[in-house]
């Protein structure tokens, strides 16, 4: 099926991509996009959450939600990331790209209705159909967003999933700038002599080298003493995808061995008075 969109809807389409990319916090981005998404691809509740990752092996968390209810409707959201509830949604969120999805073209529709997520979650909001979008950028899982719709109308349909995917991008990007980077402001000390906390130090390394998330991880971990076999294990990588990482960290840094790159890191850490990324004192990511 080919989608397009009238002039009148590419408009207003850019008008809103503008309107999210002015948003100067995760919660006015998540408000503005889901107010506006509405007069584009109707829906009756709308969500945002960020997506926190956890222990390897460990499914992701989800924390800040930001929801937009129909009049009326006040629901707990904190119900959802407290419940430790299991969709197939889930399946998507290892995804090194941000994907889009309707919800039935990917659950079992015959077991649904028995399943707590719908018993506890979906039925008391009066929900059923849903269109998500599950926004990763450089292998940082950043948020998921999902718009419902009752039972009694109809699923989203190939043309919503168009109009999504097609903001995923641009939403990526956003949120990416929001909540990776420490805020900076006229008025804000400088950085140089004082504590960085994990995510400035790991901005810092990205910003200045070029580092990916995924890079900085495995950085870390080196920092750390592990060996290259512990490190796949810990990450879920394999060796190739371990060796491509380590080929780009010591070409972005200009380094030739794990013993200079931890040396750098030190010496990184040092200029702003954080312990040494392969003392004890550094801890684990």
């Known amino acids: 099926m080919r989608c397009t969109l009238s002039d009148q809807e590419f408009t207003f389409f850019s008008q809103m991509v503008y309107r999210i990319n002015s948003s100067s916090s995760y919660e006015e981005a998540a408000n503005t996009l889901l107010r506006q998404v509405q007069y584009i691809i109707p829906f009756t509740k709308g969500i945002v959450f960020q997506i926190c990752e956890t222990a390897p092996g460990q499914p992701p968390a989800y924390q800040h939600p930001v929801a937009l209810n129909p009049p009326g409707l006040v629901y707990e959201e904190d119900i959802f990331m407290k419940g430790g509830y299991r969709s197939d949604w889930l399946m998507y969120t290892p995804s090194p790209w941000s994907s889009t999805f309707r919800q039935t073209d990917i659950r079992d529709e015959s077991t649904f209705r028995d399943t707590s997520l719908y018993q506890d979650v979906y039925k008391p909001q009066n929900i059923y159909y849903g269109l998500h979008s599950i926004l990763v950028h450089q292998d940082r899982k950043l948020a998921q967003i999902g718009l419902f719709r009752p039972e009694d109308q109809t699923d989203f349909d190939e043309r919503d999933v168009f109009i999504f ?35 400035e130090f790991q901005f810092h390394m990205m910003s200045t080298y070029g580092l990916t998330k995924r890079e900085i991880e495995v950085c870390l971990l080196l920092c750390q003493g592990m060996s290259n076999q512990e490190i796949i294990v810990s990450l879920f990588i394999s060796k190739s995808t371990l060796d491509k990482h380590l080929y780009n960290i010591y070409r972005k840094t200009s380094v030739k061995n794990r013993v200079q790159l931890v040396r750098l890191f030190d010496q990184e850490s040092a200029r702003f008075g954080a312990p040494p990324r392969g003392s004890p004192g550094a801890g684990r990511p």
Do not use: T
Not at 165 to 171: G, N
């Open 165 to 199: 995917s097609a903001l995923s991008p641009h939403l990526e990007q956003k949120l990416y700038s929001l909540l990776e980077r420490p805020p900076i402001c006229d008025n804000c000390p400088s950085l140089e002599g004082r504590p960085l906390q994990d995510n």
